[in-house]
């Protein structure tokens, strides 16, 4: 599932830690469902479900939780620890006593093994065992959540440290590539939701409309990075929509501008491990006035967002 949606366009970091949560409560309901009631593996306690529960948690958020810090390695990080240590080691196949030594030493350190324990526990031994597996299934999933959170401020801190490189007059150049052969992403624009197998994923949505919520289409959106530089310029279509992909991980501007009405500027986090949604609201229609002699619509005023009647003051 974490691996899942980092691809979900749209989702946001606590749209995703709802959707884990909630993906777990269905997955351990189904487990215990078919476990307790459907095949008779387990004893139909309800405080199984429980434990089922806090395994997925325990696993879903702490992966979830090392995307910022390893970012493309983080599923093979996940499969290693929880799957091809957490397996074995759960004690689940074969009795702890009789596994070799560094899986029996992870049995009450990994979420598995915990869960196992807790499961026998609640089934067979009256719930008499059941303090270990608890204190370590809750410590995971504790750790998932304050690797999220530690994540969240390392992306807010270089956001923040991205928008201050935005404030320098003067840009120096960095080091040319070590590489010249290694090809960088090239940002293109996409027609929105018109995606096929094998095509590149957006990694840059959104919707575009006016204060009412009524789509413009036609609407120019313009992608630039810190230094001023276009990456890519695309039109929404019939629906306000547009969509881009290509980027490298960069704090961009989107810029929306459609003629008569006032721009609007966002600033995001573009990473292509996390596929970001921005809607954009522009504001309402800018009147047109005329010269006193009817000859047509000012243009300044137009421009600016004056007020009829009123002149724009100032060097």
């Known amino acids: 599932m974490v691996i899942t949606m980092q691809r979900a366009v749209g989702f946001g970091l606590w749209a995703h830690v709802a959707t884990s949560i909630g993906w777990g409560a269905v997955t351990a309901a189904v487990a215990y469902l ?13 405080l199984a479900l429980l434990y089922l529960f ?3 948690q325990a696993v879903s958020l702490t992966a979830y939780g090392l995307v910022p810090f390893f970012r493309g390695f983080f ?13 074995p080691s759960s004690g ?34 009256g719930n008499s065992q059941l303090l270990r597996p608890t204190a370590v299934l809750c410590a995971w999933t504790a750790a998932g959540a304050t690797l999220i959170l530690l994540g969240y401020l ?7 440290q991205e928008a201050a490189d935005l404030t ?67 039109r929404t279509d019939r629906n306000g929509e547009y969509a881009a992909t290509g980027f490298s991980e960069v704090v961009a501007l989107v810029i929306a501008i ?3 009405r006032p721009a609007a500027v966002a600033q995001l986090l573009l990473d292509p491990a996390a596929p970001v949604n921005q809607d954009i609201v522009l504001g309402a229609q800018l009147p047109e006035t005329r010269e006193p002699d009817g000859s047509g619509p000012r243009p300044a005023q137009r421009a600016s967002g004056l007020p009829p009647g009123r002149r724009q003051s100032g060097p």
């Open 75 to 87: 599923p093979g990080i996940a499969i290693t620890l929880f799957v091809l240590l957490g397996v």
């Open 92 to 125: 689940a196949a074969v009795p702890v006593q009789l596994l070799p030594g560094l899986f029996r030493f992870l049995h009450p350190i990994l979420p598995m093994g915990n869960a196992a324990d807790a499961l026998r526990s609640v089934g067979y031994f």
């Open 154 to 160: 390392k992306q807010q801190r270089r956001l923040a």
């Open 258 to 260: 459609m003629p008569g």
């Open 168 to 234: 320098m007059t003067e840009h120096v150049p960095g080091p040319p590539a070590e590489d010249p052969t290694v090809m960088l992403p090239e940002p293109v624009a996409l027609a929105p939701h018109q995606h096929h197998f094998g095509d590149e994923e957006p990694m840059l949505t959104g919707r575009v409309t006016d204060p009412s919520g009524q789509p413009l289409p036609g609407t120019t959106v313009t992608v630039i990075d810190p230094h001023g530089r276009q990456l890519v310029r695309t």
């Open 34 to 46: 078919a476990g307790a009631h459907v095949v008779q593996a387990i004893p139909p306690h309800p």
């Open 54 to 56: 806090l395994l997925t």
